[in-house]
């Protein structure tokens, strides 16, 4: 959708974008975020063209922007700033219908698409339209910049800093209802910020710069959990995943090799199996690795006969979480049910992992903390 190709940016001997690539697919919202001075809003500006690069292109939808009318191009572009950028001296009203009335929408579209955009962002119309700027909250001017950058339905929104002079209890509400917008709307976002529980928060894609280059661009989870190098963990900070637990997963903190046992072993073997691994439970797979059921040295105990196989009174209904179940559904899970012990399952049930409640914190620790 949006391709930056090779792009530079000098100003005289000075060079703030250094031949830079990074693609951002439709549909995407993607974070820019780095130190001040970084790049982030030229970049944004070459989007709507507000700034040109020294070279390298930027295409859209295939097409050079160059080639096309600049006037063209931002009608296609919402674009909200910091300071919203709402003109004082006109009503939310007139702010908001500024370039659908451009487009020479009908009269009677643009004040269905007003209301529309007054019920996105939860401002009752009937008492803020008539409003100027001034008479309006922090939060609400930040709103009404929002539905103005939306009125026109554009492809593609490019949003810098919109919600930093935010309290933090506005500028999350306001991260939320971006969210959910962005749920349904499916927008093509370039969002840039300074705040990485922001940038988690929001972005499907994050792209980390310094010094007019891309560190490292991946999902949320990606730069949580594999920062590059020393200056992006630094950024992220190690202990940053702890805001969004939901992203430890629990293949990130398995123990990997669980012993196994196939079921045609008899309890007698079994019981030397778990001896020799010091164990007290086998994990009963197949030939294809898939978890078939467990058995613990109390139930070999218990049983009369040692002779039989391990199929014959393994225990088929245990509990089990997925690869990539978070680890907030472990600790529910550990802390409903009486276990130690719980198998990390595959696609089609082919045992990954196994994560105790010893190995979890150890796991936990060497992975995921700074101490
Ligand atoms: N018109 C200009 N002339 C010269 N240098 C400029 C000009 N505009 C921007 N710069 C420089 O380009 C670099 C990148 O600026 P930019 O505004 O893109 O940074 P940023 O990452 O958005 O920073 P911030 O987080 O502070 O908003 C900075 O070093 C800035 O001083
Ligand atoms: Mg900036």
Known sequence: MIRFEKIRKEYKQHVVIRDMDLSIHKGELVVLIGP?????TTLLKMV????KPTSGNVFINGENIEEKDVIQLRRNIGYVIQQTGLFPHMTVEENIQIVPKLQKMSAEEIKQRTLEMMEMIGLDAENYLYRYPAQLSGGQQQRIGVARAFATDPDIILMDEPFSALDPITRSQLQEELAELQGHLHKTILFVTHDM????????????????????????EEVLKNPVDGFVSDFVGRNRIWNNPELIKAQD???????????ERTLLQAIEVMRQSRVDSLFVVNAKHQLKGIITARMIQQAEDRSVTVKEIMKTNYLSVAQTDSIVDLLKLLKENDVSAIPVLGPENVLAGIITTSSLVTTLGARFIDI
């Open 36 to 40: 001040s001075g970084c790049g982030k």
């Open 197 to 220: 529980d922001e940038a988690v928060k929001i972005a499907d894609r994050i792209c980390i710069m310094n010094d007019g280059q891309v560190l490292q661009y991946g999902t949320p």
């Open 48 to 51: 709507n063209g507000l700034i």
């Open 253 to 263: 903190i398995m123990l990997f090799d669980p012993i196994t046992t196939s079921g």
